[in-house]
Structure formats: structure tokens, C-alpha cells
């Protein structure tokens, strides 16, 4: 017969018998413990210590003790932190191939690791590696319009082009719609098309809120699976846990500490996409925002972020240019400007020189003024000059193209 103090030290035993990591994931999955609390455990004890406090096996210190006490949360604890659940949680991380990392892992994303609010313990399918590349937050509402998935999924396609990796939740609508993009990108994109920067596309990121096991939505279950295939989904929720509505806010603030800058390309006026723009705002994270029609309630939200001083984005050059990548500008022979007629280079080569009034410059090409005049209209439209108090003065690249 095994009796209660024989059961007591078989639970020591089994928890020693088992990975940190293991032990980690099921303290995560136990009632009571959210993000904040498993950081204090895990961070003031390790894994196996925190494992022996939450069953009443060892003393905790008096913060985390005081914890433990809160509304008798120690009893809860101790009624479901049992061995069968350490093999459970051990069976599913294998047979999900799921990692779990702590926030001192080589492979923890660097981005998390230095946050204030980083989870403690973080589930991941696929390569991490995937966040040592540049990457964007795409994000929107859930009712997204025709329009609105159209956009998304082409900037998703073009970011990844340029070598940017997408970062979104996997949610119905415009998080959908921008992984989709990236995965045209690993379809259909020659090599010979991507610019110099992207010998490939950029892996796709995917925070989520459910358990890494547990697809949300269901009929997101091929997306899941070609992201983890070619990026990385990542989450803070153990496998098994259910999208629990309050877990998606939680999620919000991890889009925005793994993202450099945030689009959002529709938005109601409250809603998650403004909880994740407010949690970017907390770590001075550039938010920019996708304009719409002033009658569209899923604009209204980016709309008023625009109103507030966030930057427009219309295609991807504008999210390129934020991030210090516009890939025009590689070389002088990509620049935007249309290429020079031979006589139009004549007066862009006289004010290269130095700026010149009309009078001096018409003196200086020994042209007719009216060919002068006409001429330095069209650099003008064509933004190779510019007049400045009278001066006209040459806007120039490294290197000036001719015209066929």
C-alpha cells in the first residue's frame, strides 16, 4: 500500500526525472498562473524549484510566497501540479515537435529577451532564426474587407520580396491575407526578380494565442502548417490551452515586442489592432497605418492613427523607406527619375556645376532661352532641378543615366 508520504516523494522524484523545460510548461499550464506569475517563478527560483513550491515541497521566498497565498491560489496548485500532468505536457511538446526556451536561450528572440513584459517560458514550431531577419508587425481587423485582404497580402508578398519578414497572428482577415502574401512570395517570385538584398524571401513570424497544438482558427490549419514550415510560429501558451479570449491581448503585446515597426491596414477604432498599436507605443515602436475611405468603419481606426501623426503607407516602398531599406535606391541606375535625353543632360550637366540663374544659365549652354526655358520645365517636373529664391540648382545621383 503507498501512502500519502510515499505519493509526497514520488512527486519529488518524478519532477527531478523530467527536462526544466518540461517541468516549465506545466508549472505554465497550471490555473492560477499567468505571464507575470510564471515570470516570477521561474525568474526567482528556476523550473524544478518553482515545481517543488507550487507543491508545497520546499519553501518559497516571501515574495513569491505571498504570491502563492493570494487568494488561496497554493491549494489550486497543488491539486493539479501532479505527476500525470508532467507526462502529458512531456508527450505533447514531442509529439508537436515543440520547443520551449527560457529567456536566457542563445535562441530566445533577441527582441523578447530585453522586453519588460517577456514571456518567461516561449513554445516554438519551426526556425527561430527567422527573427535575426528585418521584421514588420502587419495587423488588422478580423472583418476585414475585400479590398483590405487585397492589400494586405500583396504587401505581405512584397515585404518578403525585399527581404522583410512579416510578422502577424494568424488571425481570420488581414493577419491571414499578409501570411498568404508571403507564401505567394516562396511560390511564384523568380530569383532573378528579387532585388539584391533578398537572395530569398524573409521568413514568415507568427505569434499566437493558443497552445502551438491547438490551430485557431480551424480553418487556418494549411496556413499553420506551411508557416511553421518556412518561418516560425511562436506563443507563450502551453499545448493544449485553448485561444481563451483573454489570451489575445496578452498575444497583442508579443506582436509588438517582435516587430521593428507596425503597419495596420484596417482598423476598427477600438479593437485588438489598437491594444497591439498601444503596446507598440509603449516600447517606441514606430506605428504606421494603411489610409481608407472616411465612410468605413474597419478604416476608422487607421484613419485616426494617421490623424495623430502616423505615417501613411500606400505601397511597400513607404515600410521600406521606415526601415531604412528602400531597395530603388541600391544603385544609380535605379533611380525612380526618368532617364535623360542627351540635350536635357546638357543643362542638368551646366548646373551640376554650380546653381545659376535663368539668365546665366541660358548664357552658359549657348541655347535659345526658349529651348533652356522648356527644357528646365521638364527637369523641373521630373525632379532633376529645382529653383530656389531664383537659383536654379541640380538634384543628383552618384551617377546620371542617359535616355535610350
Known amino acids: 500500500m503507498v501512502r500519502d508520504d510515499d505519493r509526497w516523494w514520488i512527486g519529488v522524484n518524478a519532477s527531478l526525472d523530467h527536462d526544466p523545460r518540461v517541468v516549465a510548461a506545466a508549472i505554465s ?26 507543491r508545497g515541497e520546499v519553501s518559497a521566498p516571501g515574495h ?81 474587407s475585400a479590398s483590405g485582404r487585397h492589400f494586405a497580402r500583396r504587401l505581405g508578398r512584397e515585404l518578403a520580396v525585399n527581404g522583410v519578414a512579416v510578422v502577424s497572428g494568424l488571425a481570420r482577415g488581414i493577419d491571414a491575407a499578409v501570411h498568404r502574401g508571403v507564401l ?12 539584391p538584398a533578398a537572395a530569398a524571401p524573409a521568413r514568415p513570424i507568427a505569434v499566437v494565442a493558443s497552445g502551438l497544438d491547438v490551430v485557431y482558427p480551424r480553418e487556418h490549419a494549411s496556413l499553420w502548417k506551411h508557416v511553421a514550415e518556412r518561418g516560425v510560429i511562436v506563443s507563450e501558451s502551453p499545448p493544449g490551452c485553448a485561444p481563451d479570449a483573454f489570451r489575445f491581448p496578452l498575444r497583442n503585446r508579443m506582436l509588438a515586442m517582435a516587430s521593428e515597426l507596425l503597419v495596420v491596414v484596417e482598423s476598427r477604432a477600438t479593437g ?78 551646366s548646373l551640376a556645376r554650380r546653381p545659376m540663374t535663368f539668365e546665366q544659365l541660358v548664357a552658359d549652354v549657348d541655347m535659345p532661352l526658349a529651348d533652356v526655358a522648356m527644357r528646365l520645365g521638364r527637369l523641373e517636373a521630373q525632379g532633376w532641378v529645382v529653383l530656389n529664391a531664383g537659383w536654379w540648382e541640380a538634384l543628383l545621383p552618384r551617377e546620371l543615366p542617359f535616355g535610350r
Open 272 to 349: 485588438g489592432s489598437m491594444i497591439t498599436v498601444d503596446e507598440a507605443a509603449k516600447r517606441g515602436i514606430t506605428v504606421m497605418a494603411v489610409p481608407g475611405s472616411p465612410h468605413s468603419d474597419t478604416s476608422a481606426g487607421t484613419n485616426l492613427l494617421i490623424s495623430q501623426g502616423a505615417a501613411s503607407v500606400c505601397d511597400v516602398v513607404d515600410v521600406l523607406v521606415a526601415l531604412g531599406l528602400d531597395h530603388r535606391r541600391v544603385s544609380a541606375s535605379s533611380d525612380a527619375r526618368p532617364r535623360l535625353s542627351r540635350e536635357d543632360r546638357v543643362v542638368l550637366d
Open 184 to 195: 505567394d512570395a516562396f511560390s511564384d517570385e523568380p530569383q532573378a526578380r528579387r532585388p
Open 64 to 144: 513569491v510566497a505571498a504570491v502563492l497565498r493570494e487568494n488561496d491560489l497554493h491549494r489550486v496548485l497543488r491539486r493539479n501540479a501532479t505527476v500525470q500532468l508532467l507526462d502529458r505536457v512531456a508527450e505533447a511538446l514531442h509529439a508537436g515537435n515543440i520547443r520551449v526556451l527560457f529567456g536566457d536561450d542563445a535562441q530566445y528572440p533577441a527582441s523578447m529577451r530585453g522586453d519588460f513584459a517577456a514571456p518567461a517560458v516561449l513554445f516554438a514550431i519551426g526556425d527561430l532564426a527567422a527573427f535575426e531577419q528585418r521584421r514588420v508587425g502587419v495587423i488588422g481587423t478580423r472583418a476585414a
Open 29 to 54: 499550464s497550471l490555473p492560477g498562473i499567468g505571464p507575470h506569475r510564471l515570470r516570477l517563478l521561474i525568474n526567482q527560483l528556476g523550473a524544478l524549484d518553482a515545481w517543488r513550491a507550487v
